[in-house]
């Protein structure tokens, strides 16, 4: 689920899953 949680805003989360566009 780290698309919704980047897609949240999650920056953490962008940083470690460089595959997740926001």
Known sequence: MY???G???GGV???RNP???T
Do not use: P
Request: glycine content about 8%.
């Open 3 to 5: 698309l919704q949680n």
């Open 7 to 9: 897609s949240h805003g």
């Open 13 to 15: 989360q962008h940083k």
């Open 19 to 21: 595959h997740v566009t």
